[in-house]
């Protein structure tokens, strides 16, 4: 059971590339999320897609955009790479509304903004 | 809005003594509370966590935390503690009004010294 899963786990990217993290769960969840990691600051939502076919803004989306691709699959495009968005990024999956509803995270995605 | 406050950046405790760490939240009704732990280069692993009931809830790795509605927190206990246990910790909230969607706090890290 792979869970959730991330890739590319590393990469790095000038200013101005744009890259596509993908992101995939195995546990038929309806809702999945974007989360960014910075020192300092614990990790910080994205974009968040409560079922298929629906994505909404966190409370950092500026400079990311999303596509909920089918319910296992969920990406995170960023369109023109920024310095300020060096950082690490989790994908995670969640059955909101059953007694668990805890997010199940992915491993990370490494990103370097040059 | 939902809100977590960890007030400890960074602890050091002695392998076998006890340990706590604090998370404050601010919502004004009943939250989803929970504790995640990231040892270095992984993703997030739920310890346990909070919905209604008992007060005092049980996780994995000998970790426990205490419900407080009078004074807002959700601290993690552990009595004693084990060089494997140096990670860093993430309180978050989330509620049903929210789309469940979790908010997180900045984290402390611990370290165990032998």
């Known amino acids: 059971n792979a869970g959730v899963t991330q890739t590319p786990k590393f990469q790095v990217l000038k200013t101005g590339q744009s890259m596509t993290l993908q992101c995939a769960q195995d546990?038929?969840?309806?809702?999945m999320y974007w989360y960014r990691q910075d020192p300092g600051m614990g990790l910080r939502l994205i974009y968040y897609?409560?079922?298929?076919?629906?994505?909404d803004k966190g409370e950092v989306p500026n400079g990311y955009n999303v596509s909920r691709l089918n319910k296992r699959e969920f990406s995170l495009r960023l369109e023109s790479a920024a310095p300020s968005q060096t950082s690490v990024y989790f994908c995670?999956?969640?059955?909101?509304?059953?007694?668990?509803?805890?997010?199940?995270f992915g491993e990370g995605s490494r990103l370097t903004v040059l | 809005a939902q809100s977590v406050t960890q007030p400890d950046i960074h602890i050091t405790v002695s392998e076998g003594a006890s340990l706590e760490l604090r998370c404050n939240y601010s919502?004004?009704?009943?939250?989803?509370l929970f504790w995640y732990v990231q040892s270095p280069g992984q993703g997030l692993q739920l310890l346990l966590k909070?919905?209604?009931?008992?007060?005092l809830v049980q996780g994995i790795k000998g970790f426990e935390a205490e419900f407080k509605r009078s004074q807002s927190s959700f601290n993690l206990r552990k009595p004693s503690v084990h060089w494997s246990d140096a990670a860093e910790y993430f309180c978050?909230?989330?509620?049903?009004?929210?789309?469940?969607?979790?908010?997180f706090g900045a984290g402390t890290t611990v370290t165990v010294r032998a």
């Open positions: 995670a999956s969640s059955q909101p509304g059953l007694p668990t509803g805890e997010l199940f």
């Open positions: 546990m038929n969840h309806n809702s």
């Open positions: 897609s409560a079922s298929e076919g629906t994505t």
């Open positions: 919502y004004g009704a009943t939250p989803y």
């Open positions: 909070y919905f209604s009931g008992d007060t």
């Open positions: 978050a909230v989330g509620a049903r009004s929210n789309d469940y969607k979790l908010s």
